[in-house]
């Protein structure tokens, strides 16, 4: 690993995107990273690697942080751009990304406080081989489906006769469909339960995230009812698509899959 | 922003090339390791918290709590929506009322005045 290459004009700071052991350095060419210009590039630290580029300090202070994360654009930017260069890496083997805006003052700085944490790194390394992380989505329809024929409120001998029968049939109404939304409610819950255990037993390890609500996903027709995330050993994930497939067919919800993601959700302490 | 869905030698073994933002995000913002850095940048500042939101990053945790969130976020399912239906239903009836009302009044005032003060007796 050579130690200044594109090192640009000025004061830099080293951005470190991950932490691997072996780096074969093909994988990032081409990768914009952070800073237009400066090499994504590998920094030995010892037995690690850390998959580092060298960016301009004056546009990575903490105020600049602050500005950047503040924009929706540039926070896009910069969270698609961290990801991609940590993907890129996992190409060569288990890869321990770090949180986003993790910076030092230079490569003799970062190599240093990586090196400090050598032990830790190892650890989560040796826990993440031959694994990955495997999103979990489940969705049911929005609505809850009114019921058709209201069956409790058609026991009524000779209902025709004005008010009393007009008023009875509104309540039966409303209380038919205040069950069905919350049967509609319940069952949702359940079918959250049930993906969730079905596949917590195929994998190593599983986190709940926050489910994406009707404003984010920007769908009115289908509820998210579990974002859930699962560490996954290499020979399980046919297991795991299997399982999905076959709850689809049980529960009749929509179960989306997204992977294999390097294990981001798993590289902190579990 | 499109520099990673257009990238056409990205490994086929790593990373779904069609993530979406709120996934990136997620797992970009939350997770990774974290150790102490020279610049220190407080990703749960309350500024990033603003924007989180902005995002629409629902803040809940568990099944739960989601349970809870769809219920005030479905329209279908909310207690605004209900109420506004409510509203609806009263207002259509009293329209009703009225013109049953003027109808009576016009065929026979009369006998319409002598239920109502039978009735408040």
């Known amino acids: 690993m050579t130690e200044q290459p594109g090192a640009p004009e000025g004061a830099t700071s080293t951005y470190v995107f991950a932490v691997c052991r072996r780096l074969d350095p093909a994988v990032l060419t081409g990768l914009a990273g952070l800073a237009e210009g400066c090499p994504v590039r590998g920094l030995r630290c010892g037995p690690l690697t850390a998959v580092v580029q060298h960016v301009p300090a004056a546009e990575f202070t903490e105020d600049a942080w602050q500005r950047r994360l503040s924009d929706r654009a540039a926070l896009e930017h910069c969270a698609r751009a961290h990801h991609e260069v940590v993907t890129a890496a996992a190409a060569c083997g288990p890869t321990v990304p770090l949180a986003l805006a993790t910076l030092y003052r230079g490569d003799e700085r970062a190599r240093e406080a990586l090196g400090a944490d050598a032990d830790r790194f190892t650890v989560v390394l040796d826990r993440l081989e031959n694994h990955a992380e495997w999103g979990v989505k489940v969705y049911v329809p929005a609505t809850a489906r009114p019921p058709s024929a209201p069956a409790s409120a058609a026991p009524h001998p000779g209902g025709g006769s004005a008010g009393?029968?007009?008023?009875?049939?509104?309540?039966?109404?409303?209380?038919?469909?205040?069950?069905?939304?919350?049967?509609?409610?319940?069952r949702a819950l359940r079918t959250a339960e049930d993906v969730d255990a079905a596949l917590t037993r195929l994998a190593t390890a599983?986190?709940?995230?926050?489910?994406?609500?009707?404003?984010?996903?920007?769908?009115?027709?289908?509820l998210q009812i579990l974002n859930a995330t699962y560490l996954m050993r290499t020979e399980r994930v046919q297991g795991l698509l299997?399982?999905?497939e076959g709850l689809r067919q049980r529960t009749g919800a929509e179960v989306e899959v997204s992977g294999p993601w390097v294990?981001?959700?798993?590289?902190?302490?579990v | 922003m499109t520099d990673?869905?257009?990238?056409?030698?990205a490994p086929p073994a790593h990373g779904p090339n069609t993530s979406n933002l709120a996934d990136i995000l997620?797992?970009?913002?939350?997770?990774?390791i974290v150790i102490a850095g020279d610049i220190k940048i407080d990703l749960l500042d309350i500024e990033l918290l603003t924007i989180r939101l902005r995002l629409f990053v629902a803040s809940v945790e568990t099944a739960r709590k989601a349970g809870i969130d769809w219920w005030e976020t479905d329209p279908a399912l909310s207690s605004t929506a209900a109420r506004d239906e409510l509203r609806d239903e009263n207002r259509r009836l009293r329209e009703r009322v009225e013109a049953l009302e003027s109808a009576e009044n016009g065929d026979a005032p009369s006998a319409r005045a002598k239920d109502t003060a039978g009735a408040g007796t």
């Open chain 1, 164 to 186: 009393g029968g007009a008023g009875r049939a509104y309540l039966e109404r409303k209380r038919g469909l205040h069950r069905a939304r919350e049967q509609h409610h319940d």
């Open chain 2, 4 to 9: 990673i869905d257009t990238r056409r030698d």
């Open chain 1, 263 to 269: 294990p981001y959700s798993f590289a902190g302490e």
């Open chain 1, 206 to 222: 599983t986190r709940r995230l926050r489910p994406h609500s009707p404003e984010m996903t920007g769908e009115t027709h289908r």
């Open chain 2, 26 to 32: 997620e797992r970009v913002l939350d997770k990774g």
């Open chain 1, 242 to 244: 299997d399982a999905v």
